[in-house]
């Protein structure tokens, strides 16, 4: 399991965008870090086509960042899919716990691979400063393109109707009940909430982070969690 999830609170704090995620295709992206790894004239050219202005900082780096990538993303047929979104969305949809334990042992262990898609559980690599750091950079990557693309979707509040289009704040707020089911009241339903903790504050530092009344729209939603 991750240990340090400080990554809003070091001494080099990094916005969230300001580094390679910029590219958005990501084709590009792994073959702009392989440009880093080459060690040609093709870094400058890269850099500034894709306008990174926090680019990594040696090949050895960028190999890192690219073990981390391949974690994430999986190329299938020539369409990337985001293994850190299927994970989400999977805890978001799973059954809570139930009083037969059959049926618990097995969703946890459902649970407990979705989380390790993630690399919350028994990724050895983790172990790793180096890697701990490029760890969190992508959680907060895949934070911050979450919850953006769902205040910014007007059809988010109806995915599953297709009727209701939801004003902001309850979109805002609709996005803290998926974190907090999907990062927190599953992984805590199947004993698992220790292994999800690391990711869950990432997506609350980032929300808070991203949304001008972010921090008050948490708080305001644990409240009622309350009552």
Same mark, same amino acid.
């Given at each position: 399991?991750?240990?340090?999830?400080?990554?809003?609170?070091?001494? +080099?704090?990094?916005?969230? =965008?300001?580094?390679? +995620? #910029?590219?958005?295709? $990501?084709?590009?992206?792994?073959?702009? *870090?392989?440009?880093?790894?080459?060690? =040609?004239? &093709?870094?400058?050219?890269?850099?500034?086509?894709?306008?990174? %202005?926090?680019?990594?900082?040696?090949?050895?780096?960028?190999?890192?960042?690219?073990?981390? *990538?391949? +974690?994430?993303?999986?190329?299938?047929?020539?369409?990337? $899919?985001?293994?850190?979104? +299927?994970?989400?969305?999977?805890?978001?949809?799973?059954?809570?716990?139930?009083? $037969?334990?059959?049926?618990?042992?097995?969703?946890?262990?459902?649970?407990?691979?979705?989380?390790?898609?993630?690399?919350?559980?028994?990724?050895?690599?983790?172990?790793? &400063?180096?890697?701990?750091?490029?760890? %969190?950079? #992508?959680?907060?990557?895949?934070?911050a393109s979450y919850i953006k693309v769902c205040i910014n979707d007007k059809t988010y509040?109806?995915?599953?109707?297709?009727?209701?289009?939801?004003?902001?704040?309850?979109?805002?707020?609709?996005?803290?009940?998926?974190?907090? =089911?999907? %990062?927190?009241?599953?992984? *805590?339903?199947? &004993?698992?909430?220790?292994?999800?903790?690391?990711?869950?504050?990432?997506?609350?530092?980032?929300?808070?982070? %991203?949304?001008?009344?972010?921090?008050?729209?948490?708080?305001?939603?644990?409240?009622?969690?309350?009552?």
């Open positions: 399991m991750l240990r340090n999830t400080d990554i809003y609170n070091d001494s +080099h704090q990094r916005d969230i =965008t300001n580094n390679y +995620h #910029e590219i958005e295709d $990501i084709a590009e992206r792994r073959d702009y *870090l392989l440009s880093v790894i080459a060690g =040609t004239d &093709e870094i400058h050219e890269a850099a500034i086509k894709y306008n990174c %202005l926090n680019p990594p900082a040696s090949a050895d780096e960028a190999a890192m960042r690219i073990q981390v *990538l391949d +974690h994430r993303y999986e190329n299938k047929g020539g369409q990337w $899919i985001d293994r850190y979104m +299927h994970a989400f969305m999977m805890l978001l949809t799973m059954n809570r716990a139930s009083g $037969i334990s059959l049926f618990n042992k097995k969703r946890k262990a459902q649970c407990a691979g979705y989380l390790s898609e993630f690399g919350l559980v028994d990724n050895a690599a983790a172990k790793e &400063e180096d890697y701990l750091s490029l760890q %969190l950079e #992508e959680w907060v990557d895949f934070a509040g109806s995915a599953f109707g297709g009727m209701i289009h939801m004003q902001d704040k309850d979109a805002a707020m609709k996005v803290i009940s998926d974190i907090d =089911t999907a %990062l927190y009241e599953i992984p *805590l339903d199947y &004993e698992l909430i220790e292994e999800a903790k690391p990711l869950y504050k990432i997506f609350k530092e980032t929300y808070c982070r %991203l949304l001008e009344s972010g921090t008050s729209l948490w708080q305001e939603y644990m409240n009622g969690k309350d009552h």
